[in-house]
Nanobody, 122 residues
């Protein structure tokens, strides 16, 4: 599966952004999806993951209550709604896919998108 992330940009602290990830192929619903991010000088870290049906999700503690992951299997897309953004959320955000089951571990994802930059100003 090929993934294309979009929706990043510059936003003030406290603002919102919605990231989108479009997937190619007819087997999108076979993949659990995730969002991960990488800040300058830091390792890539888990943000959120969502099951194939969309019925089960998990979030990093740092974004819990502020970010929401969702998907539309009819449109082959996954989204990340980010509210209450903080300067520490500044990073390149990647969508990723893993066959069948969700994971919070970055090395367990099978496919990656190219990333979209989110910059939060204070």
């Amino acid at each position: 599966v090929q993934l294309q992330a979009s929706g990043g940009g510059l936003v003030q602290a406290g603002g919102s952004l919605r990231l989108s990830c479009a997937a190619s192929g007819r087997t999108f619903s076979s993949y659990a999806m995730g969002w991960l991010r990488q800040a300058p000088g830091k390792e890539r870290e888990f943000v959120a993951t969502l099951s194939r049906s969309g019925g089960s999700s998990a979030y990093a503690d740092s974004v819990k209550g502020r970010f929401t992951i969702s998907r539309d299997n009819n449109k082959n897309a996954v989204y990340l709604q980010m509210d209450g953004l903080k300067p520490e959320d500044t990073a390149v955000y990647y969508c990723a896919a893993r066959r069948l089951v969700t994971t919070t571990l970055r090395y367990e994802y099978d496919y990656w998108g190219q990333g979209t930059l989110v910059t939060v100003s204070s």
